[in-house]
């Protein structure tokens, strides 16, 4: 591509920001642009005390190996000051060499603030999926913005854009669940939030949409393990969020660690030039994801040696590897440069677009930490903003008899391993890598358990759980049992602690038998039961849901999660929640809901053909409430969709309850017939909406033919001629398609 074109593309650059890019591109020696394109964890500069760095490994990484990029953190959360200070120290050690070229830390900030003590965690995209709220994504990347930033870091790998549609997938909780207008929606919203304020801005950062591409559609549902994938079905399901998001305006991209099809993400000229430069138009930096460039050497077996491992990535496209541990990235790609075996094009290409970002995040103007961005800081709106997102994630799965919200006055025995744990409301990316170390959560951050007693009453409300998700006495089904005895009801919290990438892997989707011990044994109390699950993915519960009165299904929701839970039992939140994908009832149904119709199809015999090939334990799009919303007066502005013209459809909402409350509108189309054998459904588009009791509303949408494209056997996105249906909860109506 023309240096100009890169230039315009790779975002808000000022004219004086290119020429010095250019013009220390011209200074530059090799040794000092192959540093820029190396990225090490921060342990390579620290001593074994946190927070704290090794001088002489400082400027060992800085100085000799010329590193332009550091990333994550030892052990765990540093507090914003300790954050300030790190970074000042890199800075300074940047300011003695040569050039004087800042390093770019880059941390995993996936639902708040990851690793900054008493920054606010959100709740996880899954359960920000199930709010269906742009406004609230938005408002939550915002606030993560200006918590990295406040920590002195410029760039954070987020969003994830995978599509979740392989729940035993480890990184599942993680994404927005299997629909893929979802995860592109959020997706662009998140990416718009974290850079729109722009990013020499203190409020703002780099984004990283990652992690590039079909990374959870791993076939055994292992993390790291091999996808195998048509590439119709990569381009209609797992590329349209890159796209959306290359058009967003993301600055960088971080790449699938696993293997599409016999061959290595990190080594696929295809995917990352071919697809994602060429075709996408991306233009920001490509970085690796830790250590996959040795991986093809030492795990993938596609490099014979470690230094053909890094030209096969360097040449395919990457241009940072997050090697982290060691300089031997360094010193591999410096000996292929002068064999040959990488071009100085190549390298000046890299270099150029990583110059570039730490341009556009305003480090050539000043890399150290702004005093405006600290005062960003944990502002107490922050934690209210957190509720919302808590609030609006909760979905209520079953309210048998309207059992649900709870009366006041009632005697509750909150039980179960979720109970009194922290890192079980949290999960993953929350002050740890892996989320489980609660001593280093908030001071004040609540179990359900804390909630329920505040909420109720202390009196009221009594526990056989202990501290501790894996704590035996949460298992205890005869403590259970004798102290049901005092109980109007009993609140179960079951589900999943906190897990993050490979040590989230499993072999069972169904829930532990010592969960559904206690639900059995709660249920031979006679007392009514109530599930809560605290879970990143769906865990089988087919055998013990009949058991439950209720079932509340809060995901990892973060901060103010047990305060979420507490309100919705309680009745002072109406639930709105919905499901952001099809919760399985078994191993052998694990149909999505954008299904093909042959899914549907059951039989024997002809005559004993059923269409019952979707049944979920609940649908996607699922959640209760404790009112009532109908829908009437289906509209279309025309019975014909012609060429490049719009479509506007309208339905009228009425909250038919006794309570007010926020409720999602979605709509989704069919195809009747087309080349590639049409989706049962596929959603369009939601709004969400208030309506007090009584209250009523139109809801108007806007379709045009790009929303009815689909991939054909040729890989083009089209969309052909023919008649939909449209669906709106439980209206239908029916308009053709004219290509003019």
Partial sequence: MPLFLLVLAAGAQTPADRQKVENLLRQ??????????????LGVVSTPQDGVLDPAALAKAIGEYKVGSILNVTN????????????????????????????????DGIHGQTYTLDATLFPQNIGMAAARDPELVAAAA???????????????FAPVLDCGRQPLWSRFPETYGEDVYIGKTFGVTAIKAYEEDGLKNPTAVASCMKHYLA????????????????????????LPQFRAAVKAGAST????????????????????????????????????????????????????????????????????SMVPTDFSFFILLKEAVQKGEVSLSRIDDAVRRILLLKAKVGLFDNPYPEPAAAANFALPEYQQLALRAAHEAMTLLKNEEDFLPLRAGMHLLVAGPAARSISALNGCWSYTWQGKEEQWYPAGSKTIYDALAEKFGADHVTTTAAAGFTSAANYDTTALKAAAAGSDAI???????AYAESPGTIGDLALPDDQKALARAAASTGKPVIFVLTEGRPRFITDIAPLAKGILLAYWSGRKAAEAISDVLAGDYNPDGRLPYSYPRSSGEMVLYDRKPTEDIREIFNSDMTMDGYKPMWPFGWGLTYTHFDYSDLRLSSAVLSG???????????????????????????????????????????KKIFLKAGDSQTVSFTLDRDDLAFVNAAQKTVTEPGDFDVYIGNRKAGFSYKAQ
């Avoid at 990374?215 to 797992?238: C, F, H, N, Q, V």
């Avoid at 719009?646 to 909402?653: E, I, N, Y």
């Avoid at 979605?666 to 080349?675: F, G, I, M, N």
Wanted: charged letters at 25%.
């Fill in 142 to 156: 915002k606030v993560t913005a200006k918590e990295l930033r406040a920590s002195g870091v410029r760039w954070n």
């Fill in 253 to 320: 991209l971080m790449v699938n660690s696993s293997e599409i099809n016999g061959t290595p993400v990190h080594a696929s000229k295809y995917l990352l030039t071919d697809v994602l430069r060429k075709q996408l138009g991306f233009q920001g930096v490509i970085v690796t994801d830790w250590e996959d460039i040795i991986r093809l050497h030492t795990r993938h077996n596609v490099a014979p040696t470690p230094r053909a491992a890094v030209v096969m990535a360097v040449n395919a496209g990457i241009d940072m």
């Fill in 76 to 107: 765990h959360a540093l507090t914003a000051e300790q954050w300030r200070t790190v970074q000042a120290q890199i800075q300074d050690e940047a300011k003695k060499t040569r050039l004087k070229i800042p390093v770019i830390y880059g941390l």
């Fill in 644 to 686: 490049a013209g719009k479509l506007t459809v309208s339905v009228t909402v009425k909250n038919s309850g006794s309570r007010d409350g926020k409720h999602t509108v979605e709509l989704y189309t069919r195809q009747h017939y087309a080349s590639i054998t049409p989706n049962m459904r596929r959603l369009r588009a939601f």
């Fill in 491 to 497: 609140v179960l919290c079951l589900g999943e602690n």
């Fill in 28 to 41: 530059m020696t090799i040794d000092e642009k192959i540093g820029q394109m190396t990225q090490v964890t």
């Fill in 215 to 238: 990374y959870s559609a791993s076939r055994t549902g292992k993390d790291r393990t091999p996808i195998y994938l048509p590439e119709i079905e990569m381009r209609e399901y797992y």
